[in-house]
C-alpha cells in the first residue's frame, strides 16, 4: 500500500497558477490509479480529476476542465495537478487519493489518501 503527501497549496491571486504535487511511497505507485479531489468549508468533498496506472485515461470536473491538468510520473512516484486560471471558488483543501483498478469519480472508490494541501485563491 501507498503513503501519500500533498504539497504545493498556498495563496494565490485571481488568474493565478499553482502546482500540486503528491509524493507516494513504495514500489507500487505504478500500479494505482490516481485521484484529485477537494473540500472546501461547509461542503462535502468532490471529485476534481483522475488519471490511470498509466497516464493514458484521464478525466476532470466540469468545473475544472480547461484549466487544471493532471499528470503523473511514474519514475519519481508523483502525481500533480497543474492548476491554471484559478478562481475563488477554487479555494479548498486538496487531497490526492489512491485505489486499486480502473480510476473513478467517486471519492468513496478510494481507500489510500494523503493529508492535504491547502489552496486560497484572492480575488
Known amino acids: 500500500q501507498v503513503q501519500l503527501v500533498e504539497s504545493g497549496g498556498g495563496l494565490v491571486q485571481a488568474r493565478g497558477s499553482l502546482r500540486l504535487s503528491c509524493a507516494a511511497s513504495?514500489?507500487?505507485?505504478?500500479?494505482?490509479?490516481m485521484g484529485w479531489f477537494r473540500q472546501a468549508p461547509g461542503k462535502e468533498r468532490e471529485f476534481v480529476s483522475y488519471?490511470?496506472?498509466?497516464?493514458?485515461?484521464?478525466s476532470y470536473a466540469d468545473s475544472v476542465k480547461g484549466r487544471f491538468t493532471i499528470s503523473r510520473d511514474n519514475t519519481r512516484n508523483t502525481l500533480y495537478l497543474q492548476m491554471n486560471g484559478l478562481k475563488p471558488e477554487d479555494t479548498a483543501v486538496y487531497y490526492c487519493?489512491?485505489?486499486?483498478?480502473?480510476?473513478?469519480?467517486?471519492?468513496?472508490?478510494?481507500?489510500?489518501w494523503g493529508q492535504g494541501t491547502q489552496v486560497t485563491v484572492s480575488s
Open positions: 487519493a489512491a485505489r486499486s483498478g480502473f480510476p473513478s469519480s467517486k471519492f468513496v472508490d478510494y481507500n489510500t
Open positions: 513504495g514500489r507500487t505507485f505504478s500500479l494505482y490509479s
Open positions: 488519471i490511470s496506472s498509466s497516464g493514458r485515461i484521464t
